[in-house]
């Protein structure tokens, strides 16, 4: 089972970044996907999840209208858009799978036990 998170960089205020969590080793289409980060100093912050079928969808308000999840079931690949990145927005960002075949109406993503954690990846977001 591995969860792999990549596409982390050094960007200015304001740019884009597109994070990726690769699945493989599980039944990847029954699993909602979240995505968190975890600044220095900080707690870790749920920031957005996906369902199963990428129907339902969640965001943080600390990133709503900024950030954009999704998922490509055919690829077990989730996508995290990052726009108008702020230097807050600066921190290890981490992806994590639960098993949530039925397609319900996803919540914030610390309200998940996660079954399977991927590896951080790093984004800085320079003023």
């Known amino acids: 089972v591995q969860l792999q998170a990549s596409g982390g960089g050094s960007v200015q205020a304001g740019g884009s970044l597109r994070l990726s969590c690769a699945a493989s080793?599980?039944?990847?289409?029954?699993?909602?996907i979240g995505w968190f980060r975890q600044a220095p100093g900080k707690e870790r912050e749920g920031v957005s999840c996906i369902s199963s079928s990428g129907g339902s969808t969640y965001y943080a308000d600390s990133v709503k209208g900024r950030f954009t999840i999704s998922r490509d079931n055919a690829e077990n690949t989730v996508y995290l858009q990052m726009n108008s990145l702020k230097p807050e927005d600066t921190a290890v960002y981490y992806c994590?799978?639960?098993?949530?075949?039925?397609?319900?109406?996803?919540?914030?993503?610390?309200?998940?036990?996660?079954?399977?954690w991927g590896q951080g990846t790093l984004v800085t977001v320079s003023s």
């Open positions: 994590a799978a639960v098993f949530l075949p039925n397609d319900a109406t996803i919540r914030a993503p610390g309200l998940y036990e996660y079954d399977f």
């Open positions: 080793g599980f039944t990847f289409y029954y699993y909602a």
